[in-house]
């Protein structure tokens, strides 16, 4: 069975137009991942309207092609520009442009596109393994869970995007909420929010939210942006490059742990990934004081623990339908807008869908890396490309990209609305992504909550009673709690009066 | 491991100023990466936010009652009663905000923050860009789109944008931007309508 759906994914990938399809796409999206200002979520959402038109399976490879390329790609001008790509490969500047400086930019990359590769597969193994087990997990959770599921995600996702103030996540995710409250209510068609305008009846569209948030405030940055200058790369070895690489086994490895599990955490993702693995190197390593230096080891954890994060975020899409970063947000959405319905029922209802995406990932990476390692040339070409003059022009594809889910200006309309608010929430320092997430998430937890209680009138007891809801307030409660004054002055003084306690004793 | 430690980003601290494109001051990133913000300097635009934040979580609670009431539902079950727990949690959030941000000030300080940032914002050439990239861009959305075919309305603005981002007084550099608005406006239309036969606006 599971080999008759591999066979059906590669007779996807292998035909002619299939192939060109792909390979075109992962360059694409190394392409949207070099250069700075056109982000991994950019370009997801942009090829999900140009593909609209495209066959279900072909779009699904397709986007899943640009979403590797484009995290793959960040890491080329981060190397030889110190300006991250993407988001995602802000800590593989850290020690590569040192080493671009030192002239090991050439090295740096071919170390990274490997770093990369294996991520990606690794990450794949842990969506293999990981998918199947939470799908039938999710199929025991009832309205209960999923309420408490969407808050979860939205709390988590504040915690650890808001750069130590959760307040501010959280903010940003109940705006977020409140703006997915617009349209027709999921129970009884009530339409809330709408102020007579038919156009926000059927509620606020995702992509045109997500093109806004993600690719406004880049083209509005671009307008005053500078010249860049370009590191120039040296030959390498590569026997040089896999003999790092070799060394480097078990940071692969932890890496792509950390980066799976920040991918699979609801709308944190890539970046963190490949900081936090970035971080774990640093720590572990006998020579810490080399890391932002030009030390390898640094590249070679960044870049695995955030295409490692792919992988990871797809794993929450596909067995619960919440995304595990921004890319995956839009991938979610186009999945919806090709009909795939993703969630716990993923396994029973379509269970070839988990393999499509298995076999287009391990294609795309081997793609990614072929196609990586052999357009140095190119890559300071590209790089070379201004950005006063690009992003406007990206400006005209969002305004198309936002059209063609609908057929409607309105949501290009919106799509400049939301632009202008992802712009404020950027100037005011509140992260993006819980926004996102409430948008996604907040018609679940609506539906979720009020069937909850319409089911037991009205009675709240049940969130008490059932062990995954008690574990999901338990996780809730962590989260929140540390961060109220009362409870951190409460914890200190019992801290205070059990050290007296044991002196006493 | 605390998600709150802070680290530098050395290489942004440590290359030379004339070769890099970072910053110049290093950023504080937590563990996951993220800037910490430094809460100070941003306490009258905390300030700002917190009451904007507090003013539309009370008018949402309002117009969600009104749901309730005309539904005649118990309210657990009527489409107001997720819209008044969301902005119920929003109007606590906003509150600590507010006096998160005292703590860095009072109510005239923050005034006087707010109006100097906003003269200094006026004055920014930088901001003068942005403004009128954004009016170009803005115009183009709620008037052009719609009115005018989709090719001549995106080169209107495309070309508006790019002559006036990169105008350094010459005409030769006016002509190339709009030569490169041309061909980009074509090169879309070609890709997106007949490559692709996405509908264009």
């Given at each position: 069975m ?13 035909t ?54 484009s ?25 590569g ?68 103030r ?25 339409a809330?929010?709408t ?55 078990f ?10 599990v ?28 080399m890391?932002?230096?030009g ?19 797809i ?53 990614m ?13 590209i ?123 | ?46 300030f ?11 008018a ?57 940032s ?5 004055k ?62 074509a ?9 692709f ?5």
């Amino acid at each position: 069975m599971v080999w008759d759906f591999i066979v059906q994914a590669l007779s996807v990938v292998f035909t002619p137009y299939g192939f060109i399809a792909l390979t075109l796409s992962v360059f694409l999206g190394l392409i949207f991942g070099m250069l700075p200002g056109l982000t991994a979520t950019m370009a997801v959402a942009l090829l999900t309207g140009l593909t609209y038109s495209f066959d279900g399976p072909l779009a699904v490879m397709v986007l899943i092609g640009v979403y590797i390329g484009s995290i793959s790609g960040g890491c080329q001008s981060a190397i030889l520009l110190n300006i991250p790509g993407t988001p995602a490969s802000a800590a593989t500047a850290v020690d590569g442009f040192p080493l671009a400086r030192q002239g090991k930019g050439g090295l740096a990359i071919f170390v990274a596109n490997i770093s990369s590769f294996s991520g990606t597969l690794l990450s794949v193994l842990y969506l293999i393994l990981f998918t199947p087990l939470l799908t039938s997990a999710a199929l025991k959770f009832n309205s209960h869970e999923m309420f408490l599921l969407a808050v979860f995600g939205i709390v988590i996702c504040g915690n650890l995007t808001s750069g130590g103030r959760p307040i501010k996540g959280w903010i940003s995710g109940f705006i977020g909420l409140l703006i997915s409250q617009v349209g027709r209510d999921t129970v009884g068609s009530f339409a809330r929010f709408t102020f007579g305008n038919m156009d926000l009846t059927g509620g606020i569209s995702l992509l045109p939210v997500m093109i806004g948030l993600f690719g406004f405030p880049e083209i509005v940055m671009s307008f005053s942006a500078a010249k860049r200058e370009l590191v120039t790369t040296q030959k390498y070895s590569a026997r040089e490059g896999f003999a790092i690489y070799r060394r480097n086994w078990f940071n692969v490895l932890r890496s792509s742990v950390l980066g799976a599990v920040m991918g699979a955490i609801p709308g944190v993702g890539e970046d963190t990934g490949g900081w936090l693995s970035y971080w774990a190197q640093k720590k572990s390593s006998k020579n810490p004081e080399m890391y932002g230096k030009g030390c390898i080891d640094g590249v070679v954890s960044s870049e695995t623990g955030n295409n490692a994060a792919v992988g990871g975020a797809i794993i929450p899409v596909l067995s619960l339908a919440i995304p595990g970063s921004a890319p995956a947000a839009v991938l979610l959405a186009a999945f919806w807008m090709h009909g795939y319905r993703p969630g716990p029922l993923l396994m029973t209802d379509t269970p070839e869908f988990l393999y499509y995406i298995v076999v287009f990932m391990v294609v795309s990476s081997f793609l990614m890396w072929f196609i990586a390692s052999n357009m140095s040339k190119l890559t300071v070409r590209i790089l070379q490309v201004d950005q006063r003059i690009l992003m406007p022009a990206i400006f005209v594809t969002c305004v198309i990209g936002a059209f063609v889910v609908n057929n409607r200006i309105f949501d290009v309309k919106l799509m400049f609305i939301f632009g202008m608010l992802g712009v404020a929430l950027s100037y005011m320092k509140y992260p993006s992504a819980p926004f996102l997430l409430g948008v996604i998430l907040g018609n679940m937890a609506d539906e979720n909550l009020r069937r909850a209680l319409i089911l037991n009138n009205g009675s709240i007891a049940p969130f008490f009673t059932r062990p995954i809801s008690i574990f999901f307030i338990v996780f809730i409660l962590a989260l929140v709690l540390p961060q109220l004054a009362f409870f951190r002055k409460g914890l200190a003084a019992l801290r205070r009066a059990m050290s007296r306690n044991k002196e006493g004793v | 491991m605390g998600l709150t430690e802070e680290f530098k980003a050395p290489p942004q601290a440590s290359v030379e100023p004339e070769a890099t494109n970072a910053p110049t001051e290093a950023e504080a990133r937590d563990a996951m990466g993220f800037e910490v913000a430094d809460d100070s300097k941003i306490a009258h635009l905390d300030f700002l936010t917190a009451l904007i934040l507090i003013g539309v979580s009370i008018a949402v609670i309002i117009t969600s009652i009104g749901y309730w009431q005309r539904q005649k539902l118990p309210f657990y079950e009527s489409a107001g009663f997720m819209p008044i727990l969301i902005s119920g949690g929003l109007l606590i959030m906003a509150v600590r905000l507010l006096r998160e941000s005292m703590k860095h000030g009072r109510v005239p300080a923050f005034m006087a923050r707010l109006k100097d940032s906003a003269v200094a914002m006026t004055k920014s050439s930088q901001v003068h860009r942005a403004i009128v990239g954004l009016v170009i861009f803005g115009f183009y959305v709620f008037f052009l789109l719609g009115r005018l075919p989709f090719w001549l309305g995106s080169f209107l603005a495309l070309g508006a944008v790019l002559v006036f981002v990169r105008y350094d007084g010459t005409l030769k550099t006016a002509i190339k931007m709009i030569v490169i608005a041309a061909l980009c406006v074509a090169g879309i239309v070609s890709l997106f309508q007949y490559a692709f036969t996405v509908p264009m606006p």
